[in-house]
């Protein structure tokens, strides 16, 4: 008995290490969490595009995939780029599968003379998240999908050139091979049944040389016969057909672990009922492909079609059906209330910050100083998704910065630094950096500058038509270069027409302010001023006493104050 306990032991540490492990370790980094759910879309339309999110983001989840269809008339960069940016900010992946263009009921046969330009266009789009994942065409063991005959050489021949020109122009493709239908027979040049396309493909390509080209592995599990098979069926032909494949090209001579993109399957819904279908898919998840590491995504066929070929594959409800609150069939919502995964794919993430803060500051003072920031990566900047700056190092006081709020990629914005000083005098030094959930994103260069003590203002200043001037409400006000008072003191003191301002905060030494001095019923005066540590002067010209209606300014309105109250005038005039 103790024997066969050792041997049962010793198996299934042997399983785990040999086939369950490998799959975990090397499928995707498993400290990121992926949202598995997806949907597939006949054409990329704004609107199915918000519909899908509504799907696949729903209860928790967030980063589910979709997957689009680029046809070659159809690569537009703008347009495509404008899809993008719209996943981009739904929190959608897309897997994109390359498409020719159909001469009747026949998909032109790709040529490899095409490869270059295809990687031009992909290379182009600045892509949602660092993986760009991309399906080389569709179902080429059917004649329709390649030109009219089916030929595993050559489109082995046209993939790998696409796969190895895609990676040497940027490491970050994700390239699968076409998904392949299980289901077909081999009928002459018309349909070649699955295994014996792939055993051809492989008398072309070594299993070295598919390996270094191939990341992933699509496939289309759909539940035959008649798409309308068992949701835990087992074997080819079923919702686990990418086990069965993966065990086939296995033989074939791979051994790398692939990841599975299950960017087709569902239910045929005239051969089972519409809530049937959405029954059947929750339990196709829930017991098998949420349960299986290997597989990264589902993208089940198809979230709106409205007419045949595969209306009965759609899961939007044809519009003279729809209502207000019910746009699609029972699926719909079936699989939207399932709990999900908050995913977290990894995104490029690069930026500038830049800025011309000064090298000389003053304690106890404030500021507001600008940086521009720009988005040169492919996450959008939000502080509600844990984008933030800090000032690093810096010690000498309190700062914080204006929040972050839809930064897009190419973006560049003005954001403000609000920063107080303390008491400390001397040399500091301090850096900017933008950080997403503690970790870098973007910084500026070092900022070494120097604290020094509060400086102070003697000022001249003359009253008409007064001999001598003493007063103890005089009030100087400074101005900044876009007229913000930075600071100001009243009740000065002035003795025979000379003053002191004493403790300026808030300034930036050697640059001008407009310095103002005021006194009541008196036109103000003004002079520029560039602080220094010590020895800062100024003479302002003579007051006049005109502004009577104390405005500040010379107008009518003084005119019609001194008519209504002449002893006004005797106050400077005795």
Request: proline share 5%; net charge neutral.
């Amino acid at each position: 008995m103790k024997k066969h306990l050792i041997f049962l032991l010793v198996f299934f540490i042997f399983y785990f290490l040999f086939f369950i492990f490998p799959c975990r370790v090397l499928a995707f980094d498993a400290n990121r969490p992926n949202n598995k759910f997806g949907i597939h879309l006949a054409v990329a339309d704004a609107q199915d595009i918000v519909d899908a999110a509504k799907l696949v983001n729903s209860s928790g989840g967030d980063w589910g995939y979709i997957t689009l269809v680029i046809q070659e008339n159809d690569r537009n960069v703008q347009k495509w780029q404008e899809i993008f940016d719209q996943l981009r900010e739904l929190h959608l992946i897309p897997i994109i599968r390359l498409a020719t263009k159909p001469d009747g009921a026949v998909w032109v046969k790709p040529r490899k003379e095409d490869n270059a330009s295809w990687v031009e266009f992909l290379s182009s789009l600045n892509w949602v998240i660092k993986d760009r994942y991309v399906i080389l065409f569709n179902e080429p063991n059917h004649a329709a999908e390649w030109g009219g005959m089916v030929d595993a050489y050559n489109y082995i021949d046209v993939s790998a050139d696409m796969a190895q020109k895609l990676k040497n122009k940027n490491k970050d493709f994700f390239v699968m091979m076409a998904g392949l239908d299980a289901a077909a027979p081999t009928a002459g040049s018309n349909y070649q049944d699955e295994y014996y396309f792939l055993r051809s493909v492989f008398e072309k390509i070594t299993p070295e040389e598919f390996e270094k080209l191939f990341d992933g592995w699509t496939s289309h599990s759909y539940p035959n016969p008649g798409f309308a098979g068992s949701p835990v069926g087992e074997g080819r032909s079923t919702v686990r057909n990418y086990v069965w494949e993966l065990e086939a090209i296995r033989e074939l001579g791979i051994n790398k672990n692939l990841p599975v993109f299950i960017t087709e399957t569902g239910w045929d819904s005239r051969a089972i009922l519409r809530d049937t279908v959405g029954q059947y898919l929750k339990k196709a998840y829930e017991n098998i492909w949420l349960y299986d590491t290997r597989v990264i995504a589902v993208t089940p066929f198809i979230l709106n079609y409205q007419g045949e070929p595969f209306l009965n594959f759609s899961w939007k409800l044809p519009s003279g059906e729809a209502k207000e609150d019910k746009s699609f069939y029972p699926q719909y919502y079936l699989i939207q209330s399932m709990n999900k995964t908050k995913g977290d794919p990894e995104k490029i993430e690069r930026g500038e910050l830049t800025a011309n803060f000064p090298t000389e500051l003053l304690a106890y003072s404030n500021y507001n100083f600008k940086l521009k920031l720009k988005n040169l990566g492919q996450a959008i900047w939000d502080k509600d998704d844990g984008y933030y700056l800090k000032l690093e190092d810096f010690n000498i006081g309190s700062y914080f910065f204006s929040d972050l709020k839809k930064i897009k990629p190419k973006q560049e914005v003005e954001i403000d630094l609000y920063l107080k000083t303390n008491r400390f005098f001397g040399s500091a030094k301090a850096k900017i950096i933008l950080l997403h959930n503690e970790k870098k994103v973007a910084e500026g260069g070092d900022w070494s500058f120097s604290v020094s003590p509060l400086p102070k203002l003697d000022f001249k200043i003359s009253l008409f038509p007064k001999l001598k001037t003493n007063g103890n409400d005089f009030e100087i006000q400074i101005f900044d270069e876009k007229e913000k008072v930075v600071f100001k003191k009243d009740k000065l003191v002035v003795k025979n027409g000379n003053g002191t301002l004493t403790d300026i905060q808030n300034i930036i030494l050697d640059k001008k302010y407009r310095t103002v001095i005021l006194k009541h019923y008196y036109l103000p005066r003004q002079e520029f001023v560039s602080f220094k540590i010590k020895d800062n002067k100024v003479k302002f010209k003579k007051m006049l006493p005109l502004d009577f209606n104390r405005d500040g300014k010379l107008d009518i309105g003084d005119f019609f104050t001194l008519i209504k109250n002449p002893r006004l005038f005797q106050l400077f005039f005795p």
